[in-house]
C-alpha cells in the first residue's frame, strides 16, 4: 500500500498530537542547524578566511593543513547547509501531510526514527530492504566489471 496525498476533504491521517511533536522536533533542528552555519559564516566574515590565518606566515607543512582544515570546515557546513533544505523540504511535506510516512508502504515511520533521521523517507524495514538491494547491485556491477577485465585482454 502506498501512502498517497490525501483527497480534497478527507481527513489526514495523522493526529493533532504527532503533527504537533513532528513540526516541533523538525523547527529546533532546523533553528540549531542555522544557528551553527551562521556562526560559522560570521566566522568567516570575522577572521577573513576558514582557518582565520589569512595574515599569519606559514611554513608550507602550515600552510597544506590550513587549506585541509578550510576545506573539511567549508564541506561540513555545505552538509549542514544540505540538511537545512531537507528539513525545509520535510517541513513543507508535514504540512502536505506527506511527512513521517514511508515513501514505500506509506505506514507511519516511528517516531525514534524520524528523531534520529529527521529527514528519513522510509521506514527501518524498506530503508535496509533498499540498501540490501543497492549492496546487491552494487556486488552485481562489480561482478560484471571483473568478468569484462578478462574479455577485454
Not at 500500500?1 to 483527497?7: G, I, N, P, V
Amino acid at each position: 500500500m502506498k501512502h498517497t496525498q490525501k483527497a480534497a476533504g478527507a481527513e489526514p491521517k495523522m493526529s493533532r498530537a504527532r503533527y504537533i511533536e513532528l513540526k516541533k522536533m523538525l523547527d529546533g533542528r532546523r533553528r540549531e542547524i542555522h544557528a551553527e552555519v551562521q556562526g560559522k559564516m560570521r566566522g568567516v566574515r570575522d577572521e577573513g578566511s576558514w582557518g582565520g590565518k589569512l595574515n599569519e606566515v606559514l611554513d608550507a607543512v602550515e600552510s597544506a593543513d590550513a587549506d585541509i582544515q578550510e576545506e573539511l570546515e567549508f564541506a561540513l557546513v555545505e552538509m549542514k547547509s544540505e540538511t537545512l533544505n531537507k528539513i525545509n523540504d520535510a517541513l513543507a511535506r508535514l504540512e502536505q501531510g506527506d511527512f513521517g510516512y514511508c515513501f514505500d508502504c506509506g505506514e507511519e515511520i516511528v517516531e525514534k526514527r524520524l528523531r534520529a533521521l529527521p529527514c528519513a523517507v522510509r521506514c527501518t524495514d524498506c530503508e535496509a530492504a533498499r540498501e540490501a538491494a543497492d549492496q546487491r547491485n552494487r556486488q552485481s556491477v562489480a561482478r560484471r566489471g571483473v568478468s569484462s577485465l578478462f574479455l577485454d585482454v
